[in-house]
């Protein structure tokens, strides 16, 4: 596993951090690692849009939608 290390973070934002953690039960490693692990599992904007853009289209055709939607209620 890598290691990261952040400074200069805020005494107020420290605090915070430390009660959050201690409120889950967990180090402030632990909660650190959770949040960390949270923000990579959900794609940001800009990856959802490039991955759209490789998507292959998807042809429009009324007639095609009414009967997917029929064969939907049924």
């Keep these: 596993m890598g290691v990261i290390q952040i400074r200069d ?3 107020e934002t ?3 951090l430390k009660a ?3 409120r889950e039960g967990k180090s ?3 909660y650190l690692r959770d949040l960390l692990n949270e923000e990579v ?3 940001t904007l800009d990856e959802v849009m490039a991955k759209i853009a490789t998507d292959e289209p998807v042809p ?3 007639d095609f939608v009414r009967e997917t939607m ?3 209620r049924r």
């Design 14 to 16: 420290e605090r915070t």
């Design 41 to 43: 599992a959900t794609p």
């Design 20 to 22: 959050r953690a201690e």
């Design 60 to 62: 429009y055709d009324p």
């Design 70 to 72: 029929r064969e939907g």
């Design 9 to 11: 973070v805020p005494d």
């Design 28 to 30: 402030l490693t632990a």
